[in-house]
T-cell receptor, first 113, second 110 residues
Framework: DAGITQSPRHKVTETGTPVTLRCHQTENHRYMYWYRQDPGHGLRLIHYSYGVKDTDKGEVSDGYSVSRSKTEDFLLTLESATSSQTSVYFC????????????FGSGTRLTVV | KNEVEQSPQNLTAQEGEFITINCSYSVGISALHWLQQHPGGGIVSLFMLSSGKKKHGRLIATINIQEKHSSLHITASHPRDSAVYICAVSSSGTASKLTFGTGTRLQVTL
């Protein structure tokens, strides 16, 4: 199942550097999401997109920006990485909004040193 | 209080045991999802349900909309069922955003 591909799978970066994570889907799904997963927390929404060039903030959006110039690609950028952004990042997609299943990427493990 | 609460947080069972994981939520939902995550692995969708009961192999998911409660059952558990099971809800009119529970870590031993 190669519906969603996240890249890179692992990354170590230094504090203060910009980082971009990529989510690529072949499902033609309208909705795309970026979540982060941290111990003791459920997955938390960073940003989401409901169409090309249509994005909005989630509950933990500070320090992150996103872009979606094509249906298949959703990019997450950490403008200036901090240690608190060390996490596992998951991309997810769904179609037609409510009531449809979700597909998740394999995750990107990001370490900020 | 979290909008989605799971219990137990951790669960150890012996192979063959019947397992129940519970999920309670406090918001109106359009659907509830059960997800599975193996250690170091990605997240796989097991069930999506808005009413009643669904079954897939040894897994059964039920939901009671009035009580805002769902259960995930595993019959005849096996060590390969060891994983984190996550409950999530999607709400009407919210661009299908998911709200997640913190997960139940299941360990099935021989």
């Amino acid at each position: 199942d190669a519906g969603i591909t996240q890249s890179p799978r692992h990354k170590v970066t230094e504090t203060g550097t910009p980082v971009t994570l990529r989510c690529h889907q072949t499902e033609n799904h309208r909705y795309m999401y970026w979540y982060r997963q941290d111990p003791g927390h459920g997955l938390r929404l960073i940003h989401y997109s409901y169409g090309v060039k249509d994005t909005d903030k989630g509950e933990v959006s500070d320090g992150y920006s996103v872009s979606r110039s094509k249906t298949e690609d959703f990019l997450l950028t950490l403008e200036s990485a901090t240690s608190s952004q060390t996490s596992v990042y998951f991309c997810a997609t769904t179609t037609y909004g409510q009531g449809y299943g979700y597909t998740f990427g394999s995750g990107t493990r990001l370490t900020v040193v | 209080k979290n909008e989605v609460e799971q219990s137990p947080q951790n669960l150890t069972a012996q192979e063959g045991e019947f397992i129940t994981i519970n999920c309670s939520y406090s918001v109106g939902i359009s659907a509830l999802h059960w997800l599975q995550q193996h250690p170091g692995g990605g997240i796989v969708s097991l069930f999506m349900l808005s009413s009643g009961k669904k079954k897939h192999g040894r897994l059964i998911a039920t939901i009671n909309i009035q009580e805002k409660h769902s259960s995930l059952h595993i019959t005849a558990s096996h060590p390969r069922d060891s994983a984190v099971y996550i409950c999530a809800v999607s709400s009407s009119g919210t661009a299908s955003k998911l709200t997640f529970g913190t997960g139940t870590r299941l360990q099935v031993t021989l």
